[in-house]
């Protein structure tokens, strides 16, 4: 399953996850880090990372594999 709507942040990322995604798309935030030309973008990416990793630290979670829905709050 690829998911693509509104992922802005690392959490998203884990949660879709969790959920079942295979790949989770994010497309604006790119773009706005396009604007500031390589280095915006590379920032980006930098971002992304540090937020999944601080959300699997946070999760108790050591691997993207190991995430399941048992963390997500869907109510």
Same mark, same amino acid.
């Given at each position: ?6 992922? +802005? ?12 995604? +295979? ?30 990793? +601080? !959300?699997?630290?946070? !999760?108790?979670? +050591? ?13």
């Amino acid at each position: 399953v690829y998911v693509d709507a509104g992922f +802005t942040r690392g959490t998203d990322i884990l949660k879709a996850v969790a959920l079942g995604a +295979t790949a989770v798309g994010i497309g604006r935030p790119w773009l706005y880090a396009l604007g500031y030309g390589q280095e915006g973008v590379e920032h980006l990416i930098e971002i992304l990372k540090d937020e999944l990793v +601080t !959300s699997m630290k946070l !999760s108790g979670v +050591t691997d993207v594999d190991h995430a399941h829905p048992g963390m997500v709050n869907t109510a």
